[in-house]
């Protein structure tokens, strides 16, 4: 069994700050890691994803992540935020690789303040 | 720019009543997928198919069916909605089943049944 934890409902920043969202994960065997983002009233789109090689992940709009196998992390980053990111985002493991095995996260809400 | 489509965004229903929520994609994608989506919860997917005449139930049980008789078309209904089936319902379509296919999502239909 797999399952994701973001263990932030809810992180508040100001523009042109850092920020980190945060998420864990377990499972038995090898996985595969993705974030999502989904702004108002719209479905999810894919930031970014780590299947194998190097742990840092560049993925859209600025984010990386940093895939941590001893932490069984995959925390989200970008170095300066901006009004436009206020969304919602979703961290998903999978074991197989094909979505109808993808385990989401709670969701983090992200707001950016001005 | 979303290349799935969800009809309708929102509807509000009486108790007893069938609906179908209608959801197409215009990319060709073998797979498609419906999600259940609650506000602070994650994503749950409740049914999945791999082509025309191919429909799999998903880790959450619901009461709703699905039909796939067109690669581009992928309907849900419910027979009789209940106040229990309010929520947001999310379309998806992946192109194959593998780590560089991610999911493409539709902005979603939010259902209120009353």
């Known amino acids: 069994a797999q399952s994701v934890t973001q263990l932030d409902s809810q992180v508040p920043v100001f523009e042109e700050a850092p920020v980190e969202l945060r998420c864990n994960y377990s499972?038995?065997?090898?996985?595969?890691l993705f974030w999502y983002v989904q702004y108002p009233n719209q479905g999810l789109q894919l930031l970014l994803k780590?299947?194998?090689?190097?742990?840092l992940v560049k993925g859209i709009n600025g984010f990386e992540a940093e895939f941590n196998k001893s932490q069984t992390s995959f925390h989200l980053r970008k170095p300066s935020v901006h009004i436009s990111d206020t969304a919602e985002y979703f961290c998903?493991?999978?074991?197989?690789?094909?979505?109808?095995?993808?385990?989401f996260g709670k969701g983090t809400h992200l707001i950016i303040q001005p | 720019e979303a290349d799935i489509y969800q009809t309708p965004r929102y509807l509000v229903i009486g108790t007893g009543k069938k609906i179908t929520l209608e959801c197409s994609q215009t990319?060709?994608?073998?797979?498609m997928y419906w999600y259940q989506q609650d506000p602070g919860m994650e994503l749950h997917l409740i049914h999945y198919?791999?082509?025309?005449?191919?429909?799999e139930k998903g880790d959450l049980s619901s009461e709703s069916t699905v039909s796939r008789i067109r690669t581009e078309h992928f309907p849900l209904t419910l027979e009789s909605a209940r106040p229990s089936h309010t929520s947001q319902y999310l379309c998806?379509?992946?192109?194959?089943?593998?780590?560089?296919?991610?999911?493409?999502f539709g902005n979603g239909t939010r259902l209120t049944v009353t």
């Open positions: 998806a379509s992946s192109a194959v089943q593998g780590l560089n296919s991610p999911l493409h």
């Open positions: 499972s038995s065997v090898s996985v595969y």
């Open positions: 780590y299947l194998s090689g190097s742990t």
């Open positions: 998903a493991v999978s074991s197989r690789g094909g979505a109808d095995g993808l385990t």
């Open positions: 990319m060709g994608h073998d797979k």
């Open positions: 198919s791999y082509g025309v005449n191919s429909t």
